[in-house]
């Protein structure tokens, strides 16, 4: 892939992956960002970048690693875009456990398994914020996120229910050739 943004992804392949890619972007654009797929220098996936509105996704990664990280990104732009607000946490390591926590609940919520380093990255950050009690620190974080979760979770719902898939024609469903003999009729 070119350095020339695009916002389709290459690697996915299902109907309701593309879909939920859609959705996700539709709910970055209700925000007021733009999502784009380019090249990021390793290692980063993805970026949120505030001043300019626009989520960039990298173009290396496969199906689950993109959806995850958009779902990722999204998280961030609706929890932590009014990032300067005073209830807004400051501390890095919280927004990305809350971010990443949100998009885990996004993603099994329409029937993707988020990518494996989620579960890593979701315990890191819980050790690293609480070394001494970090599930306590996880049911707090979950309990404050579960309404903007299911707000999330809702919203992309509501979107892939208005935008039903399109059924492509069943090739071997072909219609007949009305020029063809029919012995068990009148022709006509």
Known sequence: MSNEPTTRYPTLETASDRRLWDALTHL??????????????????A???YETKQVVIADNL?????????????????LHATILRPDQPQDRALRELEAELVACT?????????????ADLIANRAFELAPDTPAELATQICERLLLPATKICDAVRDYIDEHPLQR???????????SAVQPDGPGL
């Open 28 to 45: 970055a654009g209700r925000t007021g960002f733009t999502v784009a797929v380019r090249r990021l220098r390793p290692p980063l996936q």
């Open 47 to 49: 970026i949120t970048a």
């Open 62 to 78: 496969d199906r689950i690693g993109a959806l995850t990280q958009l779902a990722h990104e999204l998280a961030h732009v609706r």
């Open 106 to 118: 996004v993603l099994l919520n329409n029937r993707v398994e988020p990518a494996s380093s989620s």
């Open 168 to 178: 492509r024609p069943n090739p071997s469903a072909a219609t007949p050739d009305p």
